[in-house]
Every structure is written in structure tokens, then in C-alpha cells.
């Protein structure tokens, strides 16, 4: 018989998971704390990688239905300089292994894929304790208590389960995004659009820079990154959107206008995302009936592949634990030692670019940056 499972979380990585066990009979129950799938935004859009977040669709039976969410276009690509100059551009002609997808629609598509009931809203799990056997019981607010016999960790940055596996906590990685939508981009905010194009648009520099994305129904949405400490965010009013976005957008003074259009231009109040981070390439040892996937696991730094590695390490727990059906230890224990070094190679390779960029000038970081893209898809042209 089956090992019974319990997911907390219910983002891509344990949806994933979940659907990954149903393919193979595995029944599972997800514990969510968000009231309802709709209870708040999802965010923007996710690139969906052919060497990680493809191979997780592929293995949840959903490929058919992924292409048909993929935003036709939204993979092109370009590099600006602080005065608007487009320094290189890559254009989607069809063929890249990173399509676009809105991350909510890609949320819906696995619980679209589930059994009916599978997720339980409304569940935020307040305690976990280990209970001798491999069992563990979940406390929820509000009351109610569960044990289960194999608890899987999907519960994001704060994870009320890692505690049981680890002490690591995340810290503040010195980063924070800031979050403006301009809506009817074409026609309310031509000269932001036009700079934006048709994908997405960088205009890094020192400490700080302007990243937008052209996503589903004439949307732009405004990834600021700054480099500040938290201090200097908790002195800004986000509550005041006119005086945030002006604050924020100061911080780009002498800027191109088409390019700090993207700040002031806002029609949504700037939303702050602070990043965190626990540390690159830290593990666990083995314990009885646990494990993490995702942020849980491996928190890190924005580097585009924090979903992707997340959908992957929920598909490759499903296969495991399929692949075992009646020892689940071995299939966690193959799953984590398989988990452990991906994820700390591509915290690693972040870490050497932050590190490549130290020392850079202003007008030298746009260029590096290219350099990188060159190296990496070795498709974008310099203009």
C-alpha cells in the first residue's frame, strides 16, 4: 500500500508534486492557508525552462495543456542603458526553450489536474511535531490537528516545516523589488511600451535597476530592484502610491523618461518584495516521514529559477516515491541527495555573477550583462 501523503502549500512546487502522485495512483491531500485559489494575485509571469519546469509538466501529463497557456512572443528579449540606448536584443522567433507563461494560469492548470478535494483551503498550519514512527502532527489555527506518515514541506520563504528538518533561517539578501502594473500599456503609456517591445526589457546598473515584462492583455509589469537596506524601504509610505512610486523613482534620477515612466507612470500602488535568502548549499540530515521542496528547501535570491526548480523537485519526489512504492526513506533519500546539489549549483552560479558585477561603473553593467546573455543563449544581437 501507499505511503498516505501531506503537502503544505499549495504553489507550483507541491500542486506539482500532488499531480505528479496522482498520475502514478499516490492519493494526497494539500493543506493551503490561503482562503480560496483566488484570494490574492499570483504574480506576474514565469519563463518555464526545457531543462527544469518543462521536465515537471512532462512528468505531470500536462505538456498539451502548457503549450496552450505559453504567451506567443514574450521570450523576446532586450538590453537598455540608462538613457533608453537598446545595447542588444534577442527576438522570440518560436524556438527558444524558455516560453512565457502567466504564473496564475499555470496555478490553475494543476489544480485543474487534480481530483476534486485534493487541496483543502483555508488550512494555515500553525505547529508540526514529530510524533515517533516517522509521524507527525499538524496543528491549524483555528483548531484541528492531523498526523500524517509522510509530511512534505511546499510552504514557501517561512516554512513552518523546515523547522523540523533544519535551524537555517532566511536573511535579507540586501535586495528588495519594487511592483507597478501599467495597464492598456499601447495606448494609456506608448512610450514605456514601445521601450519595453515585445518581451521583456533590463536596464541594470549599480545597485539598482529597471526590469519590465510585456505579459497577457496589454500589460506591463515593473520589476524596480534595488539594492538598499530594509531600513531605507521602512521609511517610505507604501500606503501613499503617488509619494512611494516618486520616492522610488528618484532613485533614478537623470534616467531616460520612457524608462522611469515604468515607476510613475504606475496604475497600481508599488508593491515592495523584499528578498531573502537561506544559505547557498546548506542540507539536512535524513529524518523519518519529512521532506522540503522549493523555496522551503532552497530559498535564494531572484535568479529566474526559483519556480522552475521548485516544479522539478515536486516532480522528481512523485517519481521517487512511485518508483518505491512501500519505502518511502529510500525514495526521500534519493530525491534529497539528487536535490541538494542542484539547487546549490544554481545558487552558486547567482553568487559568482553578483560577484562578477562588483567593481562595475554605471555604464559598465548594461554590457556585462549582455556579455552574459551572449554567453548563455548565445542569440542576442548587439544594436
Known sequence: MHT????????????????????????????????SPMARMQGGMLDIHDYNGQLAVEAAGLMDEFRGL???GRQAMRVLDRHGTVLAEQADDGTGGRPEVQRADLRRMLLDALPDGTVHWGHKVTGARAVGDGRHELSFAGGGTV??????GADGAWSRIRPLLTGATPEYTGEAFVEIYLYDADTRHPAAAKAVGGGSLMAPSVDKGIHAHRESGDTLHTYVSLTRPLEWFDAIDFTDAAAAAARVAAEFDGW????????????TAPILRPHFSLPI?????????????????????????GANLAMLDGAELG???AAYPGAAETALAEYEEAMFPRSAKVGAEGKRFDEFLAGAGEDDVPRILVDAFREFTGAVRES
Open 70 to 72: 505559453v504567451l506567443e
Open 256 to 267: 531616460a523618461p520612457e524608462l522611469t515612466a515604468l515607476i510613475t507612470d504606475g496604475d
Open 4 to 35: 498516505p501523503v501531506t503537502i503544505i502549500g499549495a504553489g507550483l512546487g507541491g500542486l506539482t508534486f500532488a499531480r505528479v502522485l496522482h498520475v502514478h495512483g499516490i492519493p494526497a491531500t494539500v493543506y493551503e492557508a490561503e482562503p
Open 281 to 305: 548549499g546548506h542540507r539536512w540530515d535524513r529524518a523519518p516521514g519529512v521532506t522540503l521542496v522549493g523555496d522551503a528547501a532552497h530559498l535564494m535570491p531572484a535568479n529566474g529559477e
Open 319 to 321: 517519481l521517487a516515491l
Open 147 to 152: 498526523v500524517t506518515s509522510l509530511l512534505v
